[in-house]
């Protein structure tokens, strides 16, 4: 007996220490991703592709899987066609397809990944439209399985994605209806759940409606932040119950929490046309209680919203509620979230279990005030970055693929759950957090590298013909900065720079180079002053024109000012947008007014990130517009930030003149035409189409140095010259 017991002691203390040693494994590659915030954070690096993918060869032998059910990227995904850049092919579309459907193609087709050469490609996606696969709806594509047998490159749906809204039918809604045999293809579906869900290969999505926008998108609903949230409800739900099958009992016993007071959870079996036929005892009661509340008032006006499961896992009322700025309290057992394996949804929403529904107005009662701002902080910012648009939904699905291929780099939690977002973070840029602009506040790190910037002048107006002329002038003030590191000349014109000779001398500490900028404005037509350079050896680029007209100190200030604020574009000249009611479109203006939207980077500091961002993130449509009007680049860059941190620029210390006046009668500046002008107006309207909404931010906000203009002696000031300048 006692030895029985001692065996049986020995197997159980060796079956917990290999849990405790798997399950910690597990748990540690979880922390990586959780672990994203405050002091730990601050040191953790991009989770390398290359160890995860080792990982998993030293876990399980690498088998072509019998069943496509048991699918991991690194058995049913090739990824030796991933090379580069992420491609997409879409094929040809074929067959009806939904307005949805139309829209997610068509923000395919238009991104950056997009490419038309199959062979090239990593990724397929289907011109045929799955979203849909309830053969009683009106949506539904018939002839799936025979469509599919003659795409050219299904190859069993490896490296396709197949996007999914609904599944099934009536009665059973099951999740295996798809009505065809998806294969080897990664499915990008709502109402996943999590038993069907093949973890780190399908994407699950958010059931979104006929009339979500393809791009831009609403901004969260929640403008103030009051604190404690005084909300007059504190959890609401109305919507439709359905009386009898799967999925009705949750929505179906809402009404034994509905109070009237500060629990409003109204239903309705109104719906369907023969609800008369199957109502319940219920039906006209809770009929009446439904028609004393509006939807979005409750939305507006409670601090917690109930996302039940409808027939399916998902609802629509996950977004619309996240949108709401209404912390979500889901009622869906064995959902799985949107995105779950990049969002931390812990730190947005509240999980209650169907089973213990009148569990639900104590968890609501028992989350803090604090913690209840953080969320509603969270849904904002995640509605925004992930899910507004149908672009940003394809976009992520895409981003969280890509991530998983082996050998690719990728980003960590923190990246993915707090501001500007995982689409905005090129993970390929740098595999230290501290290289980006957007989290060195919250790591309380300065950039890495030199204290120091990289001034880059942008040469299109061919040589100078005069040793004072304003280049060389500009040269001269600029290498007197007590921050340069380094002066890069983009020579733009076909005829040749002038010999070295002819070029000022700098200091020794101070090399100036010049480059050719036709080597670096490849045949797509990406502007060369803003490609990527490896000797932009700072995180601060000071942008500059050929003929602008800067001093040392205003170098420096403006370095100064853009080190408090790495993320925007700091500099001189500015300019702003407005709406053209007469026109009806967007205006551009250089009139001296209150307000601007716009600093011009022929004066200008900003992060080098966004040279990275403008060359490889930016659509080539939006390429294309600045290719073909040779102009407008500063205003796409501007475009581009703006978008990205959803804040202004920040305009520095009015001057009247930033630019030289033209030397000679003969200088051809483009300043001087007028058709520039109208140019840039135009572009300014491209780039709004394109993004889909209206990207740029009015600001009131003009820095100056401490004690400028005050009536104090000149000495006493930091930097003398503005003062001198400056009108
Ligand atoms: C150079 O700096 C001086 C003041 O130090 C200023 O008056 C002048 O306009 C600057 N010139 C150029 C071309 O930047
Ligand atoms: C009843 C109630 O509190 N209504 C408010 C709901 O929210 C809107 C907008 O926030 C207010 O205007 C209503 O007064």
Known sequence: MQAKKRYLLLV??????????????????????????????????????????????????????????????????????????????????????SPSYRKVLSALRQSR???????????????????????????????????????????????????????????????????????????????????????????????????????????????????????????AFKG?????????????????????????????????????NMKDERCDEDNREYDRYEYEVLLQNSTFCLVPRGRRLGSFRFLEVLQAGCVPVLLSNSWRLP???????????????????????????????????????QTQLLWEQYFSSIEKIVFTTLEIIAERIPGRARRDALAWNSAPGALVTLPQYADTRDAYPFWLEAMGTSPPGPNAFTALIYCQLGAPTHPTSPLYRLIKNISRSRYIHRILIMWANDRPPPPRSRWPSTPYSVPLDIIDASV???????????QPHALIETAAVLQLDEDASLTADEADFAYTVWKDFPDRIVGYPARTHFWDDAKGAWGYTSRWTNEYSIVLTGAAVYHR????????????????????????????MNCLVAHVTRRPPLKLTQ?????????????????????????????????????????????????????????????????????????
């Open 520 to 530: 670096y404005s490849p045949g797509m037509g990406i502007s060369a002053r803003f």
């Open 240 to 276: 439709k119950r359905y009386v009898h099958g799967i999925g009705s009992e949750t929505r179906n016993s809402l009404w034994h929490l509905h109070n009237e007071r500060d629990l409003v959870l109204v239903t309705t079996c109104r719906h369907g046309k023969s609800w008369r």
């Open 339 to 377: 995105f779950s394996s990049v969002i931390d949804w812990n730190k947005a929403v509240l999980w209650a279990d169907e089973r213990l529904l009148l569990q639900v107005p104590e968890l609501v009662r028992s989350v803090g005030a604090a913690r209840i701002l953080a969320m509603r902080q």
């Open 12 to 97: 159980a203390s060796c079956a917990f220490l290999a849990c405790a040693y798997f399950g910690g494994y597990r748990a540690r590659g979880a922390g990586g991703r959780a672990s994203g915030e405050g002091a730990a954070g601050a040191r953790a690096f991009w989770r390398g592709g290359a160890e995860e993918e080792e990982r998993g060869r030293r876990r399980r032998p690498s088998l072509r899987p019998l069943s496509p059910a048991s699918c991991r990227m690194d058995t049913c995904f090739e990824a030796s066609k991933c090379r580069g850049e992420l491609a997409v092919y879409v094929y040809p579309s074929e067959g009806p397809a």
């Open 113 to 235: 990944y997009a490419t038309d050469d199959p062979s090239r490609a990593c990724l397929f996606v289907l011109g045929i439209d799955t979203l849909d696969r309830d053969p009683l709806s009106p949506d539904f594509v018939h002839n799936v399985p025979q469509r599919l047998q003659r795409l050219p490159f299904w190859n069993g749906g490896r490296n396709h994605v197949v996007f999914n809204l609904y599944s099934g039918t009536w009665p059973e809604y099951s999740e295996e209806g798809l009505g065809f045999d998806a294969g080897y293809a990664i499915l990008a579906r709502a109402s996943a759940s999590v038993s069907r869900f093949r973890p780190l290969f399908d994407i699950s999505l958010p059931l979104f409606h006929k009339q979500h926008p393809e791009k831009g998108g609403e901004p969260g609903a929640a403008v103030d932040n009051n604190f404690p949230a005084d909300k007059r409800y504190l959890l």
């Open 609 to 636: 990130y966004y040279h990275d961002l403008y060359t490889r993130w930016l659509p080539p449509l939006l390429h294309k517009a600045v290719a073909q009007t040779n102009n407008c680049e500063d205003i796409l």
């Open 655 to 727: 001057r009247k003149q930033y630019k030289e006046p033209p030397q000679t009668a003969g200088a051809r500046s483009p300043w001087n035409d007028p058709d520039h002008f109208i140019q840039r107006q135009s572009c300014l309207n491209t780039f709004a189409a394109v993004f889909g909404y209206m990207p740029l931010v009015r600001s009131r906000v003009r820095l100056d140095p401490m004690l400028f203009k005050d009536p104090v002696s000149n000495l006493r000031k930091k930097y003398r010259q503005i003062e001198l300048v400056g009108s």
